[in-house]
């Protein structure tokens, strides 16, 4: 059964931010040392501006060698976590240093999934009001009005907390696109385009690694009848209590789509043919006993079962051989289970139905 993932399906291009983090703190480092080159003597600032560089192409080159995607954002951040805090406390241009601060925040939010940009800010936070407590103790010199204090740690926990709700408002607007783009409004499961998409991927897995793969089509009997005397309202009730019937039935690993008005669509990895009649088998009787008395008309389901094998693994042909093991199910009576066999003899598949 799929689970929407959100780490999955929302994840960052983390390759992409890195190069990003690396342009603009290089970009903005270079700026900032042309700025003081032209308004304040370079002796203090040129060290860290050169152990920020450092540092941030050493995470770079450390990101190309070993592709750890954390550790290096993690030698990204603290490298210019140095420099802003630095500029912080002494001030910077026009004692406007507090400013780069607030770039960090915002820099954060951008590069980072909302919850490590979330956990950096509040450490870098808590550390530039810890500092400003020092500084009204009298331990520390800061170069700023105390007047001006409280409107800088406003400010930083203003930015903070717009950039998380955006990002947050972002990333819920594409949960739902994604949710209309895949899944079946109606039954909650994978739609026809996501359906497809992932047998095609497990398909290709499947030939990779040498490892088996069956699928179910699964049409529920009756159905026109169902709509035709019963209303489409009660139609969809039983799409709904179908669907929950399979999400219940089926392991997480496996994949559930709705293909057609009242057909279904079940891709078991890692599962042979007998594998595959053991699930279906279980479908076809829980729905059975389900919706035992539910109407007066008989709500049953027919099942074709088809697996991949040698030197086939082509979409359509695994779901032509299920749909035909399916339809064999129905003109058998209905309410039955149909598996998909060939002949193996050198030649071309022949078709064989049990």
């Known amino acids: 059964m799929f689970i929407l993932d959100d780490n999955k399906d929302f994840k960052f291009n ?14 903005v480092i270079l700026i900032y040392t042309l700025l003081h080159y032209i308004y304040e003597d370079l002796n203090f600032y040129i060290p860290i501006f050169i152990l920020s560089l450092i540092g941030i192409i050493g995470g770079y080159i450390y990101y190309k060698n070993t ?21 912080f406390l002494i001030g910077g241009l026009g004692n406007l240093g ?12 951008f590069l980072l999934p909302i919850k490590y940009a979330n956990r950096f800010v509040f450490f870098y936070t808590t550390l530039i009001v810890f500092s400003i407590l020092l500084y009204l103790k009298g331990i520390i010199n800061l170069p700023y009005e105390k007047s001006s204090l409280f409107t800088i740690v ?9 950039a998380n709700t955006i990002i947050k408002e972002i990333l819920e607007n594409l949960q739902n696109l994604a949710k209309l783009a895949n899944f079946d409004t109606l039954t909650s499961v994978y ?8 047998l095609n991927d497990e398909l290709y897995r499947a030939k990779r690694y040498k490892r088996p793969l069956s699928i179910l089509m ?8 169902l709509n035709d005397n019963l209303g489409h309202q009660f139609g969809d009730k039983v799409l709904q209590d ?19 008005g009242e057909e279904f669509l079940v891709i078991l990895p890692e599962t042979t043919l007998e594998g595959a009649k053991n699930v279906a088998e279980k479908i076809r ?8 008395g539910y109407c007066t008309i008989n709500i049953t389901v027919s099942i074709g079962i088809a697996q991949v094998r040698e030197p086939i693994y082509s979409i359509d042909s695994i779901l032509y051989e299920a749909d035909v093991a399916m339809y064999k199910a129905k003109n058998a009576g209905k309410n039955k289970v149909e598996i998909y066999k060939h002949e193996n003899t050198g030649q071309s598949p022949q078709l064989k139905l049990s």
Do not use: H, P
């Open 98 to 109: 507090f400013i780069w601060s607030i770039f960090l925040i915002e820099i954060a939010y």
């Open 191 to 198: 739609n026809r385009r996501k359906i497809f998409q992932t």
């Open 242 to 260: 179908f669907a929950i019937l399979l999400k219940n039935i089926v392991r997480k690993t496996d994949v559930i789509g709705r293909i057609g």
């Open 218 to 225: 699964i049409d529920i009997d009756n159905f026109k009848k």
């Open 14 to 27: 983390i390759e992409k931010n890195i190069k990003s983090f690396l342009l603009i703190s290089t970009i």
């Open 67 to 87: 592709k750890n995607c954390i550790k290096t954002m993690i030698i990204f951040f603290i490298s210019i976590s140095v420099l802003t805090y630095l500029v």
């Open 285 to 292: 009787k829980s729905v059975e006993d389900y919706f035992k």
């Open 154 to 162: 406003i400010s930083i926990m203003i930015t903070a907390y717009v």
